[in-house]
């Protein structure tokens, strides 16, 4: 483990049966309260995009939107929203994807992006990997280059990356892994 | 209206009927996609707290989430969620507020903040002022100081900001109002 990641560590609240029974949460939100540690998380981030030129850094909804806004603005590149289904107000492209029972989506606008964008996906949290393989191939059906695919935190024994490196997505990429 | 008033006024998309008929939505997300854009329009929130010297960045779930987390990186603060009820993991402090009917309310950790912190509240639209005045009260009410509330856009016609004034709140901030 990194320094960076034993400070991270030292900051997830684990919170038991949330949102539902059986799930522990890794709730981040002292990690975003610490002004100094959140600035060492995205200058973390940060360093394998800076030569990237990229045109957009995509947030997962929705504690995503806060790694991809900081990411974004450091990097002066655009924002692109990855909503559950119903949230984005105009016309969306969809991809669905698989849970444990039924099935799940992801959503963003139709003109989010153009063929041969360069851009960077990020969420909090990479546990099974279903809905950020699922935001990465709704990206690359719409014509764009997913770079690098970015996480705070890595639940290893959950085999996330394993399922974004079988749909193609091998730049990835977190600061602590459990 | 500034010339940053004018560029975000050209980018804004107007959704008849989201999420709900006769409601005329504010689809910023051109806004967000325009990395130029979206750099001046934290540039210019970040001005007036620059010398603030504060702690912490509150955003308003879930657009608000994005500006908070750019100006609260720029700052080197740190962010503070406020949520719908349920969305927080951990124990929670909550203020109701008044809807046309009935009610609703906003949430936060109830370690978000301690007395004498210095806080800036953001969301990406400011209209009636009921979320945004029952945020800046609970921040209040655990004892913190809140110094600005920002906004890219007003809606001056629902006079939100009477209503922010009203609860005491002065330091008021919209790059755009209509």
């Known amino acids: 483990m990194t320094e960076l990641g034993r400070r991270i560590d030292a900051r997830i609240r684990n919170i038991p049966d949330f949102p539902k029974p059986g799930i522990l949460f890794k709730d981040i939100t002292p990690i975003l309260q610490d002004g100094s540690l959140f600035h060492d998380v995205i200058a973390a981030l940060y360093e394998p995009l800076k030569n990237e030129a990229l045109n957009y850094v995509a947030g997962i909804e929705s504690r995503g939107f806060i790694f991809a806004s900081a990411l974004a603005s450091k990097l002066g590149a655009g924002i692109i929203l990855l909503r559950k289904p119903g949230k984005l107000p105009w016309r969306t492209v ?13 959503e963003m606008h139709e003109d989010a992006v153009k063929p ?40 290893g024994f959950l085999s996330g990356r394993e399922k974004l490196r079988s749909a193609g997505f091998s730049q990835i990429h977190s600061l602590l892994c459990y």
Chains 1, 2 share one sequence.
């Open 94 to 106: 969809r991809a669905t994807y698989q849970l444990e029972y039924g099935t799940d989506a992801i």
């Open 116 to 155: 041969g964008d360069r851009v960077a996906v990020v969420d909090d949290l990479l546990a099974t990997g279903g809905t950020a393989t699922a935001a990465c191939c709704l990206l690359r059906d719409c014509g764009a280059e997913v770079r690098h695919v970015l996480f705070m935190i890595e639940l």
